[in-house]
């Protein structure tokens, strides 16, 4: 009986902050990091440097409609939210030319901020192609959930 209540309290341990972004209607995103490829001599090349100066908010989130709001520093559009749970939240983004993102937030905190929100990891993809070149880009942070 003693193992199983130590089993128990380990899992539920476990699970505490995790659970919270399954929930969560909305994050405000921050990006430190970027590599973005480009074909030179036919073959992908990356560069890669850190900065801290992109980012947005992802509101409204609706698991149950699939259905949340990008808003950026160049308006709002609507994006496909799919739970993943237990390896984060995905959100999908179909740009009118054709181009596409995701964003993906895990479940692993890795801190507070000043305001006393939840930091959890974070990537954001854009897979642009222009004039029929490609021009990839990932981009490294984290997302702080405000509700």
Not at 89 to 104: D, E, L, V
Not at 122 to 135: E, T, V, Y
């Amino acid at each position: 009986m003693k193992k199983l209540l130590i089993i128990l309290v380990a899992l539920l341990w476990c699970n505490v902050g995790v659970a919270d972004i399954y929930k969560a209607k909305a994050f405000k995103c921050t990006y430190y990091h970027t590599a973005v490829g480009e074909v030179k001599n036919n073959k992908y090349k990356v560069d890669s440097e850190s900065e801290d100066n992109f980012g947005f908010s992802i509101v409204n989130i609706n698991f149950e409609t699939k259905k949340s709001q990008m808003v950026g520093n160049v308006g709002t559009d609507n994006m496909t939210a799919i739970s993943a749970n237990p390896s984060g939240i995905h959100f999908f983004q179909m740009m009118p030319i054709g181009n596409a993102t995701m964003t993906t937030i895990y479940p692993q905190e890795v801190g507070i901020n000043r305001l006393g929100q939840i930091l959890y990891t974070s990537s954001h993809s854009r897979h642009i192609a222009m004039d029929n070149k490609s021009l990839p880009q990932q981009f490294y942070g984290e997302c702080a959930k405000l509700e």
